[in-house]
């Protein structure tokens, strides 16, 4: 392989991993672009090769040069100070050295092995992966809150039934009296007829006047009210009861009836206010 063609193979990954030659992408493409870093570079890669080719001008290297770093400084500028020893190299990458040295990749200054891939990359991109899933999540849970209280449904539970009030039936006077009238005569035969037309007049007093009568009393009484009319306008001097006509004593007893009388035992409904979320979250019927 000629110096060009190793000078451009530098540039593709592929082609310097063929040629084994481990630099990253940045060193690689500083040490193409510098014709003597390019140079020391394509007469270590010639040691390495099992029969090398008579080797171009330019010194030969039994290690490999240090990865490109710099320009070289300007015309009369000092040269850079070392206070470190440079390390020396025992073997070329990808080959076992003499003896018992184990084999190893090249060290030089400015060399730092990379490993494949770029893992801080890749944990920043993991991290942002993390969080872009959390935060959708978040805002998917908030968007899901936010509808639930909006169309969440209020109403009334009944947690104790409605007792409704019960009645019973109970008598009570209502007030008014009736009258009735037996077959006992308040007279007695060979009595004086003013006398017997008093005890009448006693009698429908005390049961008839002065008192609220039911229909029934007061018919009873209109009737008795008019024989005794009738019997005063029949006396006379020394007239007297010869028979018992058909009027008996009257009796005033109190109108009984009947009523639905509360038990007092209504008892209200117990409920409460219940909140139903989503149709299933909450308290649903």
């Not at 193409?32 to 080797?55: K, M």
Request: charged share 20%; aromatic share 10%; glycine share 6%.
């Amino acid at each position: 392989m000629s110096f060009e063609e190793f000078r451009t193979s530098l540039t593709s990954a592929d082609l310097r991993a063929g040629l084994g030659v481990q630099l990253t992408d940045l060193e690689a493409q500083q040490v193409a672009d510098d014709p003597a870093a390019a140079q020391s570079w394509y007469a270590y890669w010639l040691s390495t090769q099992p029969t090398s080719p008579p080797p171009p001008a330019g010194p030969a290297f039994d290690a490999p040069p240090p990865a490109y770093d710099a320009p070289p400084p300007a015309f009369g500028a000092p040269p850079p100070a070392y206070d470190a020893p440079q390390p020396a190299y025992t073997a070329a990458p990808g080959y076992p050295a003499q003896g018992d040295v184990s084999v190893g990749p090249p060290a030089y200054p400015g060399y730092a092995p990379v490993p494949d891939g770029r893992p801080g990359k890749k944990k920043r991109v993991g991290l942002w992966v993390t969080l872009s899933i959390l935060g959708a999540l978040l805002v998917i849970a908030a968007i899901v809150v936010i509808f639930a209280f909006a169309t969440a449904r209020h109403w009334t539970k009944t947690d104790v039934p409605e007792q409704p009030e019960t009645f019973r039936s109970e008598e009570y006077e209502t007030g008014r009296v009736d009258v009735t009238m037996d077959d006992v005569n308040p007279c007695s035969v060979n009595q004086d007829w003013t006398d017997c037309t008093n005890l009448m007049v006693a009698t429908y007093t005390a049961a008839c006047v002065d008192v609220e009568l039911t229909e029934t009393a007061a018919l009873l009484c209109t009737e008795y009210s008019s024989a005794i009319d009738e019997m005063k306008a029949q006396d006379g001097e020394g007239y007297y009861v010869a028979t018992l006509g058909s009027y008996g004593s009257l009796h005033q007893t109190p109108e009984i009836d009947t009523r639905q009388v509360s038990n007092d035992d209504y008892e209200p409904a117990v409920t409460h206010e219940a909140v139903c979320y989503l149709g299933f979250i909450g308290e649903c019927e």
